[in-house]
């Protein structure tokens, strides 16, 4: 089942002689429960994608569909709604707020949302990303591993429709970047969780179902790397 169609998407800054392609007609489709990998060096756009996929970034040109509806058809509100609902960040330099708790930093998105903490889903992400007996620690008690799966708890919360991570083992150690690696490959497998992962580790990439290489805003290779 498709969850995630990108039809010709285009992103351009600047305007005439300074004008620059970030992204240059791209058009993929994602199913529902994939794992993907976005790689490609700096520059390529693959960050920019990952924003436009995530309503964070409109698109100069194209179309993003997430379950069948148009992303960008809907107001700011609109969109507003569909990133705290739909979609589920998760940063390589963690982006925790320093004043909130473990358990504060995780719950912040439902309770922007107005909506009541599923109380069990938490319980059960404590204990999954090995995060129990830390729930009232701050992120600078927290190493940077710890802080990274408070972010993925974050990003689960809320039960998204996909799980976006912009280069998410960037600033760890090799053991801590595997242990993230394994946490969400969990997390797709588990709770059938859609993800797309952006990064230039190829240890990372391989572990994946499927690549997709990004050069000069253009796709230059897409490969299933398991069904």
């Not at 002689?17 to 794992?35: P, T």
């Not at 148009?70 to 609109?78: G, I, L, S």
Request: proline letters at 3%.
């Amino acid at each position: 089942m498709e969850l995630l169609k990108v039809e010709n998407l285009t992103k351009i800054y600047g305007t005439d002689e300074n004008k620059v392609y970030a992204l240059d007609d791209v058009s993929f489709s994602v199913r529902k429960g994939e794992f993907l990998a976005i790689i490609g060096p700096s520059g390529s756009g693959k960050s920019t994608l990952l924003h436009i996929l995530g309503g964070v970034d409109k698109p100069t040109a194209g179309k993003v569909y997430m379950n069948g509806r148009d992303v960008y058809a809907q107001n700011d509100e609109q969109l507003a709604v569909f990133r705290r609902r739909e979609v589920g960040l998760i940063y390589q330099f963690y982006n925790l707020i320093p004043v909130l708790t473990v358990t504060e930093n995780m719950t912040l998105p439902v309770l922007m949302d107005g909506r009541k903490v599923n109380e069990e889903r938490l319980e059960e992400l404590l204990t999954v990303l090995d995060l129990k007996g830390r729930e009232g620690h701050l992120p600078n008690q927290l190493s940077g591993g710890q802080q990274q799966r408070v972010s993925i708890g974050r990003a689960l919360m809320n039960a998204p429709a996909v799980v976006l991570a912009d280069e998410p083992t960037g600033n760890l150690d090799s053991k801590n970047s595997q242990e993230i690696i394994s946490l969400l490959k969990m997390s797709n497998q588990k709770y059938r969780q859609t993800l797309i992962v952006i990064t230039h580790d190829e240890n990372i990439a391989l572990q994946a179902d499927r690549i997709i290489a990004i050069e000069d805003g253009r796709i230059a290779r897409d490969e299933v790397i398991r069904g």
